[in-house]
């Protein structure tokens, strides 16, 4: 903890850098899996092979597939931030494609019985339905994101697992308690901020406003 209090220009650095890598990996992730997810939920026969192989991929070590990554990517953090959106992909995917599902049809037959077009009834019925289903999706995506770019550091990717690797290579018990209080903090701060908005979000809970 005193390494976290004597350095805050160095923790700030690395933590910036693993926002960035998470926040970059999460937006690539995110703009593939709507338009995939939204693919399968039109055409039914493609959620077991897509699914399927997104589950593959998600069962390869991290580890395994950042070093698998590195001839094509680099020894850098693209590597690191290709191998992120590749494991998130699966829970996006797969949590918007449940959202959409279990949208009642009777609902959207009555939007477009009001004459909803096929944006409005996208816009104003189904985006806010499936909305607290796909940012749960999110929130756990954003979790397994910090915990791969944790590993990131090892690949010249910087983020706070560097000061795990350092401690770890230098033998110095403060960088590595300070390296995981901080990557446990980020997790908990981003864990509880996408909770709210998903709580926030809740169908229920707007309509009582």
């Known amino acids: 903890m005193s390494y976290l209090l004597n350095q805050p220009g160095e923790v700030l650095t690395l933590l910036l850098q693993h926002l960035r890598m998470t926040g970059i990996a999460l937006g690539v992730a995110i703009a593939l899996a709507v338009p995939l997810a939204l693919l399968v939920t039109r055409l039914r026969w493609l959620s077991v092979p897509v699914l399927g192989s997104l589950g593959v991929l998600y069962t390869i070590p991290s580890l395994a597939l950042i070093i698998f990554l590195v ?3 680099g020894l850098n953090a693209t590597s690191v931030i290709v191998a992120m959106v590749l494991y998130t992909q699966v829970i996006l995917v797969r949590n918007l494609t449940v959202g959409l599902a279990g949208i009642n049809p ?3 037959e009555a939007a477009r019985g009001m004459g909803m ?13 499936v909305l607290p289903v796909f940012l749960a ?11 791969i770019a944790t590993i990131g550091a090892k690949f010249n990717a910087g983020g706070l697992g560097k000061l795990l690797f350092d401690g770890i290579q230098t033998n110095r018990y403060d960088k590595i308690v300070a390296g995981s209080i901080a990557v446990a903090v980020l997790a908990l701060a981003i864990n509880g901020l996408l909770l709210a908005l998903e709580h926030y979000a809740q169908p229920q809970r707007r309509l009582k406003q």
């Open 71 to 73: 001839p094509m990517f």
């Open 106 to 108: 009777a609902v959207l």
């Open 117 to 129: 077009s096929v944006s409005q009834r996208w816009w104003r019925v189904q985006v806010p339905l």
């Open 137 to 147: 999706g999110v929130r756990i995506a954003a979790i397994v994101a910090i915990a």
